[in-house]
Nanobody, 112 residues
Framework: QVQLVESGGGLVQPGGSLRLSCEAS????????MGWYRQAPGKQRELIAG???????KYADSVKGRITIFTDHAKNTVYLQMNSLKPEDTADYYC??????WGQGTQVTVST
């Protein structure tokens, strides 16, 4: 079975940037959609960004303009580039393939 492994999370100051990675143990061409969700303490999990096999992307209004999702098919990896981070971006971030396969999550903390 294909596995998803996220990395790149950590502590960053407000206004800073992080790049999250989601590496699949198989071709991401096997999936129609790759996406990133996040879940903050006490909140529901929400979709942040998604990319469809044809290259179309979608973003949550809360992060649009600050976050970019992109893929490197040769590396079987999907990335989430996050800029101008805010404290409210603090959450556990999860990579998903077709919302049926999930990674273990990586924590992002935005704080001084």
């Amino acid at each position: 079975q294909v596995q998803l492994v996220e990395s790149g999370g950590g502590l960053v100051q407000p206004g800073g940037s992080l790049r999250l990675s989601c590496e699949a143990s198989g071709s991401i061409f096997s999936f129609y959609t790759m996406g990133w969700y996040r879940q903050a303490p006490g909140k529901q999990r929400e979709l942040i960004a998604g990319i469809i096999s044809g290259g179309n992307t979608k973003y949550a209004d809360s992060v649009k303009g600050r976050i970019t999702i992109f893929t490197d098919h040769a590396k079987n990896t999907v990335y989430l580039q996050m800029n101008s981070l805010k404290p409210e971006d603090t959450a556990d971030y999860y990579c998903t393939a077709d919302r049926s396969l999930w990674g273990q999550g990586t924590q992002v903390t935005v704080s001084t």
